[in-house]
């Protein structure tokens, strides 16, 4: 069993960064691909970054391509959410997750029901 925390969330006016960190705790944490998913109040949650067991391929959402960058360090026992550019509608709870059926696997799925070991999640907030 994999338990995950996140941290790194706050406030920021629109333009800003952020860096989210999710820490792993567990031996298998290295075979796993993980997801970045948010939810703002009111929506479900979503898929955000996804990163393959050993960095080797990343998956983003349209709506933060080319301004988030999901990177991770097994040797830390913990992968990353750079967030550049930000804007008021990224404002969410933003959680970390590993990927049910992507065991040492190139497979990055979008849909949160193959996630599971959610963290408690960091709030990220943009302020226009």
């Known amino acids: 069993q994999v338990q995950l925390v996140e941290s790194g969330g706050g406030l920021v006016q629109a333009g800003g960064s952020l860096k989210l960190a999710c820490v792993a705790s567990?031996?298998?944490?290295?075979?796993?691909?993980m997801g970045w998913f948010r939810q703002a109040p009111g929506k479900e949650r979503e898929f955000v970054a996804g990163?393959?067991?050993?960095?080797?391929?990343?998956y983003y959402a349209d709506s933060v391509k080319g301004r988030f960058t999901i990177s991770r360090e097994n040797a830390k026992n913990t992968v990353y959410l750079q967030m550049d550019s930000l804007k008021p509608e990224d404002t969410a709870v933003y959680y970390c997750?590993?990927?049910?059926?992507?065991?040492?696997?190139?497979?990055?799925?979008?849909?949160?029901?193959?996630?599971?070991?959610w963290g408690q999640g960091t709030q990220v907030t943009v302020s226009s």
């Open positions: 567990g031996q298998t944490f290295s075979s796993y691909s």
């Open positions: 990163i393959t067991w050993d960095g080797g391929r990343t």
């Open positions: 997750a590993t990927c049910a059926t992507c065991v040492v696997s190139y497979y990055i799925p979008g849909r949160a029901s193959e996630y599971r070991n």
